[in-house]
Nanobody, 116 residues
Framework: VQLVESGGGLVQAGGSLRLSCAAS????????MGWFRQAPGKEREFVAS????????NYADSVKGRFTISRDNANYTVYLQMNSLKPEDTARYYC??????????WGPGTQVTVSS
C-alpha cells in the first residue's frame, strides 16, 4: 500500500487544519488506517485510527474532542480534521495502514506547525 499525505502547514493557535491521506496499491485488505505524529526530539506517537469497514474510531487522550478522523472508502482516503490547535500539536504527521496485526505501511508525512 502506498500512502501520500497532504494538508499540512502553518497555523496560529486555535486554528484548524485538515489532513488528507490517499491510499493506493493493495488497498483491498486494509483493516485500519491511522494517524501518528512525531515532534523533534520525541518519539512517534499515536494520534487517531479508524476501522476501514465499520468506521470505529480511537483517539489519543491529548486530541480527544479536538481532532476527528474520517474516511472515504470509495476513494481510499482518510482525513484528520484538527480544530483548536495548540503549539504542542506541532509535529510531522504520518498516515499509516494496518493490514494484519500492526501498522506497516507509512506515508512520507506532512508538517504541521502551530504558532503561539
Amino acid at each position: 500500500v502506498q500512502l501520500v499525505e497532504s494538508g499540512g502547514g502553518l497555523v496560529q493557535a486555535g486554528g484548524s487544519l485538515r489532513l488528507s491521506c490517499a491510499a493506493s496499491g493493495r488497498t483491498y485488505n486494509i483493516f485500519d488506517m491511522g494517524w501518528f505524529r512525531q515532534a523533534p526530539g520525541k518519539e512517534r506517537e499515536f494520534v487517531a485510527s479508524i476501522r476501514w469497514r465499520g468506521g470505529n474510531t480511537n483517539y489519543a487522550d491529548s486530541v480527544k474532542g479536538r481532532f476527528t478522523i474520517s474516511r472515504d472508502n470509495a476513494n481510499y482516503t482518510v482525513y484528520l480534521q484538527m480544530n483548536s490547535l495548540k503549539p504542542e500539536d506541532t509535529a510531522r504527521y504520518y498516515c499509516a495502514s494496518k493490514r494484519l496485526l500492526q501498522f506497516s505501511d507509512w506515508g512520507p508525512g506532512t508538517q504541521v506547525t502551530v504558532s503561539s
